[in-house]
Structures are given as C-alpha cells and as structure tokens.
C-alpha cells in the first residue's frame, strides 16, 4: 500500500511539469488573443492546475464581455482548490466592483500574503486594471518586479495592457524586456515582433529569426516567422517556414492557407494545387480558397476546372470587405471562358467586372482588343465606346479604332448581303432578307462614318480620318454610283501628294485606283470621253506608284 502511494505521488510529481508546460502554452495563446485556442488548453489543464486554468478560463471569457461567464469559471476555481488564490482574485474584483475600498483591502491582504509571488502580484495588477485603479496596478506591478524581476510574464502583460491603449512602442519596450530576462520566454519575440509588424516588417522579421536562434525548432515562433515572411512577400522563406512546421504535424487552417497562397506566389502552382484541393476537401466553401483554386488553374491550363472554382466563388460572394470580388476575379474568369470557347459567358462575366469595377477605365479597351482578335468585333465595339464614355475621350487614336470595329462588323454584314441576294437569284433559301441586313449594314456604316468623322474634326491635317470613311461608305456605294468616298479620296490624296512620307504610298495608290475604277464606271454608263480620260489618267498614277498593278493595266490597256 505504501509502495503504490509513494508512486502515486511520483506520478503526480512527474505531472507537474507537464501541466504548467500547458500553462506557459494557454498564456502564449492567451497573449496573442487566441482565446478559443487558450480555451481548449486551459479545460484541458483545469484537472491538474484548477486554480490557475478556471482563473484563466474567466479572464478569456472578460476579454469577450461575459463577465456572468467569467465569474462561472472563477467559481469553479475556488470550489476545485480551496487554495485557489487566483480564482478568488477574478471573483473579488467582479463582485467587489463597485465597492472600491473594500476591493483595494482585499487586494492588499492577498499581496501581503504573496509578496515573494510574481504570478500572483501579476494578477493583482491585471484586477486593478480591470476595475480602473492604476495607480494601484502600477504599485503591484513594482511589487511584482521586487518578488522575482525575470518573471516574463510581468512584462509581457504590461506591454499587453499598452497596445490596448495604442502605445506600441511602450509595449515594445516591454517585450524587450521579457526577452532579455528570459531569451528562452518564446511568446515574447512573437510579440516584440507583432508590435513592430505595421511600423518596421525587417525588425519584426529579424526579432523572430533572433527567437529561433535563442530556441531553435520552437513552432510557436517558426509559425509567426512563416506568417510575417508571407505577409511582407518573402514567399520562398515562408515556404521553408512552413515545411520546417510540417516536420512537427499539421499546420493550422490559417497556415495552410498561407502555405498554398506562397505556392501559388511563388509559381508552384502544381503544389499549390495539392494544397489546394487538400484545403478545399476539409472547407469546400471558402470564398479565397476557392478564389486561389480559380486563379491556379488558370495558371496550369485547366480552363474547365478554373471555370468550376471560379464560378463556385461567385457563388459564395458577399459584401464583406474581406470576400469582395476583385477585378481579376472576374477577368481570370472570363479569360477562362475565352479560352474554351464560351464566348458568350466570357463576355457577360467582363461587363460585371466593368461595373463593378468602374474605375478601371483602361479595362474597356483591354477587352475590346480580346474580343476584336475572337472576332467578336460589335461587342469590341461596344466595350471601346464604353472606355471613351467612361474617359470623355478626346484622342483621335479611340475614334479611330471605335471607327475600324465598326467597320469590320459592316465588312462582315456587306459580305452577307451579297450572299443572301446571290442565294435569292440562284431561288435558295435565306435565313436573313438581304432588306434586313441592309438596314444593319446602313447603321453600322453610320456608325463607323461617325467615328471617322470625330478623327476628321480632331486631326484633319491626317489622311487617317478621310482613307477610314471613304473605305466605310464604299460598303453601300459598291457600284461607286453615288460617289460617296469621292470627297473624302480627294481630300487624302491632296495631303498625300504635299506629304513626303513614302511610307503612306500605298494608300495613295489605292486612292488613285479608286478614281480610276469610279471614272470607268461613269464612262461605261455615260460614255463620256471626260470620263474615259479620267480613268485612264488616274490608272497611270496608280502605275507611278505600282507599275505592275493588274487593275490599273488592264483600265490603260482597255481604254487606249
């Protein structure tokens, strides 16, 4: 019997160590306002350590305003230990809120007992902190100090309560302090370290790489010097972070979403993608994730399974700042679509990104090129005159190319009319009457005209302008009865003729060719010698320029 007692007291004995290991752990977690974490290992501690986990059970529990919760747990405190000094310290400063001087008593006899006990001092600080009495608080803390100044805890919590009061560099200070008294105290340069995080990353960063050489392979610190590396853009060493954590186990839900976004930064998008899909199997829902999953996919070419996590996103979407679409969301998405072929989705996916992104004005003409080059040409239209909408655009350059699209679109409708008609004459079924695509022939040309027209008014000393809509109103002048691009030629070939730029020759020849053409036209319907000798004289500028233009030979040779 005896024998079975004296190990069960060894037991106990070996037990300790252990429980006040996860003390020191809840404390760190504590600190760093992990209360659901703190929580998990302070009911994991309270069989062991009651007093000092059911304390710290309430105080997690103030922190969240439950101060009926809080003086739950410091019940339970006091009735688990009858010695329960910490306990009874949570439960005197709630019920003795309102009676100071009765507080301030109780306060000054359990610090008179304790005297020689940092950890208790400490709390007594922390409860006339919490019931607004610093002065007292400052006197504890100094007692604190006198009882065992290389308590880390006494500087770690002063420098707690300052950043709750916005003095980072006081709590700094503190950490610092921490650190030189215990360099072994792992939660104090993670700390040191958070607190210079916003005003200097490369000391926060440094702090931590000091920590891991004063203990080396500590995961609490190689976890915050993966995340500080993440945060500032050092990817590869939050990599190497992360893989060192690996070897101890699983990294948290955060890390691991940390770990795939510096795959993914980094360029390995294979790895990324097995993170990833591990990542989303546990949490099939959230939005980032699945965010990182669209744009990897892209990455590797997997346009169906980019489609697929990309429209999944747009399905979890919310309004919260963290979760809100950017502008890339939509495009990676589109660009997706583009890539097999879905067209039309692409093109409804990068109007939502227009709108919701208005002030991305140069997205409009970016689009614009995408969908010209798929030959989308009358929605590059119709996105090119939103980005000159939205910019109030007065350079020649959008005219003119707003002009070319809608060109080509009446390029395309022309061609389509003399299909239909040829289809009629040869008694074969149409699906559009030449008469309605005409109607959409005539505005696109209207259009096209238009814009040409702006490049006339803006730049009129450039044949630019004149050379598009001669070629635009061609399109419904193709027997060149009417004469609709006479003007417009004439006017090109006048500042063609004074210019001496011989890259711009061959539009001249075209001009040329253009007269040469309209005047045999007028001669065959008119017979007029005028209009002979007009034809004639205009192929022989065309053979200046080109001597072995087949149309311009066959014009001299024909009517010679």
């Not at 007594?124 to 902190?129: F, I, L, M, S, T």
């Not at 290389?150 to 950043?163: A, C, H, K, R, T």
């Not at 950017?326 to 990068?350: G, H, N």
Request: proline share 3%.
């Amino acid at each position: 019997m005896k024998k079975n007692f004296v190990l069960i007291a060894l037991f106990l004995i070996a037990l300790i160590p252990a429980a006040w290991g996860q003390v020191d752990k809840g404390l760190e977690l504590f600190l760093l306002e992990d209360f659901d974490e703190a929580k998990k290992v302070f009911e994991q501690t309270a069989t062991s350590e009651p007093d000092i986990a059911y304390y710290y059970l309430g105080e997690i529990e103030l922190q969240k305003n439950n101060p009926e919760e809080a003086m739950a747990y410091y019940q339970k405190g006091i009735s688990s230990d009858p010695d329960a000094i910490f306990s009874e310290i949570g439960a005197t400063k709630l019920t003795l809120k309102s009676n100071p001087n009765e507080f301030k008593k109780s306060m000054q006899s359990i610090a008179k007992k304790n005297r020689k006990k940092a950890p208790v001092l400490l709390a007594v600080a922390q409860a006339y902190r919490y019931n607004d009495m610093h002065k007292e608080a400052s006197s504890a803390l100094s007692s604190a100090r006198s009882a065992d100044k290389s308590y880390p805890y006494i500087y770690l919590f002063e420098g707690y309560w300052m950043e709750k009061q916005g003095n980072t560099g006081g709590a700094a200070t503190q950490y610092e302090q921490a650190i030189n008294f215990d360099p072994h105290c792992a939660v104090a340069y993670v700390k040191n370290s958070i607190a210079y995080s916003s005003v200097l990353p490369s000391a926060a960063i440094n702090t931590l790489r000091t920590g891991l050489e004063a203990n080396p392979g500590n995961e609490l610190i190689g976890k915050y010097l993966a995340r500080s590396y993440y945060r500032n853009g050092f990817y590869d060493q939050a990599i190497t972070e992360y893989n060192n954590l690996l070897q101890y186990g699983n990294l948290s839900p955060e890390d691991e979403r940390n770990h795939a976004a510096c795959l993914y930064f980094s360029d390995k998008f294979d790895e990324a993608l097995s993170a990833l899909s591990t990542i989303l199997a546990k949490d099939p829902d959230h939005p980032i994730m699945n965010r990182l999953m669209m744009y990897t996919q892209s990455e590797l070419q997997n346009y169906e399974e980019a489609i697929k996590a990309g429209e999944h996103f747009f399905e979890l979407r919310s309004d919260e700042e963290e979760f809100k679409p950017l502008l890339t969301d939509f495009t990676i998405l589109a660009e997706a679509y583009m890539s097999v072929e879905k067209i039309d989705q692409a093109i409804e996916t990068y109007w939502k990104a227009v709108k919701v992104n208005p002030e991305e004005v140069n997205l409009y003409k970016e689009v614009a090129s995408t969908l010209g080059r798929a030959g989308r040409t009358i929605d590059a239209a119709e996105f090119y005159q939103g980005y000159i909408d939205a910019t109030q655009s007065t350079e020649s350059a959008d005219f003119l190319q707003l002009g070319i699209y809608h060109y080509q679109v009446a390029g395309q409708l022309a061609r389509k009319v003399s299909a239909a008609e040829k289809a009629i004459e040869a008694e074969e079924t149409v699906e559009v009457s030449p008469a309605v695509l005409k109607d959409s022939l005539n505005q696109f040309v209207g259009n096209a005209v238009e814009a040409f027209g702006k490049v006339v008014e803006l730049i009129p000393e450039s044949y630019q302008g004149y050379y598009w809509r001669a070629n635009a109103n061609t399109l419904i002048d193709q027997d060149l009865s009417k004469g609709l691009a006479n003007n417009d030629y004439q006017k090109m070939i006048e500042i063609l003729s004074a210019s001496e730029d011989s890259d711009n020759q061959s539009r001249l020849t075209e001009a040329y060719r253009y007269f040469a053409i309209y005047y045999l036209y007028q001669y065959d319907s008119s017979n007029s010698n005028a209009d002979k000798n007009q034809s004639i004289e205009y192929a022989k500028k065309v053979l200046e320029l080109s001597p072995v233009d087949a149309t311009a030979t066959q014009i001299v040779e024909g009517l010679q």
